[in-house]
């Protein structure tokens, strides 16, 4: 089968390699649709700080069952699927309490083992999820980074009511504003420094948006949430400014979720969050319940994913999926190789 490799900086090959034998747990996926997604751009560059080469990318994928290993029973040839990208050592403490997304020992499928950029991958039954017929291959690759969105809303404990800042329009940060909305938020606002990607917000029915380079937040705060401001804020983007924007803005005593994957190490006024009694609260990936809520966030169109997908490239032309993102910053969300 084909296999495309990251083997260094901007450098993508395809190699030929035996298609992976199916384990007695496991089930043998024909890929059909892969998401390239921020992180895998971080590590396209070399910026990722837990990616390095050479890799086989994907984590956010779609397939077909073709192969099930005998003691498999949930699953059949033909069937539809997506999978939680999630390796883990299930002995290390997280992973003995229950939170093995954030195990010792994680390695994502795609990241820091081969991922789905090949024609076929094995998976173990446990972390293959069945789509419903409502989602499409497209929606199937897309529920991965909604899960992210739906794990990084709950981290700020119980929403429903409240008035929450999603700072960032990026694929993450719309999902995770659509997942805030659809677990009962009162108010939502988003924001960028880009009137494209707020429009992709618009059109996901976020209908407050900031662009942060036209408007001051502090006053756009005040006018949306009202003089109580923000009930906690979401940061999605990972960069400095971001970071800065939240603890600046985050009311006295609030709570700010940090999912964004940071690139270089920010500079903060740590300060603040001494004496404002800020809690940052990190979000990594998401638990196997947050893929049930995303499924069904999904299926009942609370969150649109839609409207974030900007191209489809096939699988033969995966560099030039790369090239086309680098020239169209801008304009591009959630490019989708097609097998
Ligand atoms: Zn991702
Ligand atoms: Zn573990």
New binding site residues.
């Given amino acids: 089968m084909k296999q495309a490799v990251l083997i260094s900086k901007q450098k993508i090959i395809f190699r030929e390699v035996p298609r992976p034998t199916c384990g007695q747990n496991q089930v043998l996926i024909k890929i059909k649709r892969v998401g390239i997604c921020g992180s895998d751009i971080h590590a396209y560059y070399g910026q990722h700080p837990y990616i390095s080469f050479p890799i086989v990318q994907g984590h956010e994928f779609s397939g077909e069952v073709v192969e099930v290993g005998k003691e498999v029973q949930n699953f059949k040839i033909g069937d539809r699927v997506t999978v939680r990208p999630q390796l883990?050592?299930?002995?290390?403490y997280?992973?003995r309490h229950g939170n093995?997304h954030i195990?010792?020992?994680?390695k994502v499928i795609g990241c820091q083992a081969d991922g789905a950029a090949q024609e076929y991958l094995a998976v173990d039954q446990e972390l293959v999820v069945p789509l419903p017929d409502e989602l499409s291959y497209d929606l199937g690759a897309l529920l991965e980074p909604s899960a992210v969105g739906v794990h990084a809303a709950r981290r700020l404990g119980e929403i429903k009511g409240k008035k929450i800042l999603v700072l960032g329009s990026g694929p993450i940060g719309i999902l995770t504003a659509q997942a805030v909305k659809a677990l009962g938020a009162d108010r939502v606002m988003i924001t960028d420094i880009s009137d494209y990607r707020l429009r992709v917000s618009q059109e996901c029915g976020l209908d407050f948006t900031v662009n942060v380079k036209k408007t001051d937040l502090g006053q756009a705060l005040q006018a949306y949430f009202g003089p109580d401001s923000a009930d906690g804020i979401i940061e999605c983007v990972g960069t400095e400014d971001t970071v800065e924007q939240a603890i600046e803005h985050a009311r006295k005593g609030t709570d700010i979720v940090i999912v964004g994957v940071f690139g270089s190490n920010p500079r903060v006024n740590l300060g603040f969050v001494q004496d404002r009694e800020l809690r940052l609260i990190g979000s990594l990936m998401y638990k196997e319940e947050d893929y049930e809520v995303a499924i069904e966030f999904i299926r009942s169109q609370k969150i649109k994913v839609k409207p974030l997908i900007s191209a489809h490239f096939k699988f033969e032309d995966y560099p030039q999926a790369y090239k086309y993102i680098e020239q169209n910053k801008e304009r591009t969300l959630k490019v989708l190789i097609d097998f």
């Fill in positions: 883990t050592c299930g002995q290390c997280p992973c093995y195990c010792n020992n994680l």
